[in-house]
């Protein structure tokens, strides 16, 4: 077999393993077997188990069924699936900016969303996340 296929094949599979990955966490996290998930997804069982351990590579519609069945987007589906383009990164600033900007909030839900918001990129491996204030221009971790 010529290297090119070698690799194409080895990218495929681990794609085909990512996405197993994936479904399978998904299915633990919403506390289903794997035969609970095979009746929901309308798969069958022993398939549902080659598509976790990475040895099929499930139609798009059984990527929907699956994804219905484990409520999460087709979208997320399809990205675990290699099948679209994940999506652009968002300006970092966006979300905090989003929620600043909110006239529906008080001052003190934005800064409580805000702690929040942060100590999950923390969680994340992001690190403390220094902010310019714009009147002193200076950085601070500090919720606003």
Not at 11 to 21: D, E, I, P
Not at 71 to 96: C, H, I, R, T
Not at 112 to 141: C, I, K, M
């Amino acid at each position: 077999m010529p290297s090119d296929a070698r690799e194409r094949n080895g990218a495929q599979q681990a794609q085909a393993n990512v996405l197993g990955s994936f479904i399978r966490a998904q299915r633990q996290m919403a506390n289903l077997s794997l035969r609970q998930l095979s009746a929901l997804a309308q798969v069958s069982n022993p398939y549902l188990s080659q598509v976790e351990r990475g040895m099929s590579e499930p139609s798009v519609r059984v990527l929907k069924s699956i994804a219905e069945a484990l409520n999460v987007s087709a979208e997320a589906m399809f990205e675990q699936a290699g099948l679209v383009d994940p999506p652009k990164e968002p300006d970092d600033d966006a979300s905090e900016q989003a929620l600043r900007a909110d006239r529906r909030l008080t001052e003190s839900q934005k800064r409580a969303l805000l702690t929040v918001y942060r100590s999950y990129l923390e969680a994340n491996g992001y690190g403390a996340v220094a902010r310019l204030d714009p009147q002193t221009h200076r950085t601070s971790t500090e919720v606003e």
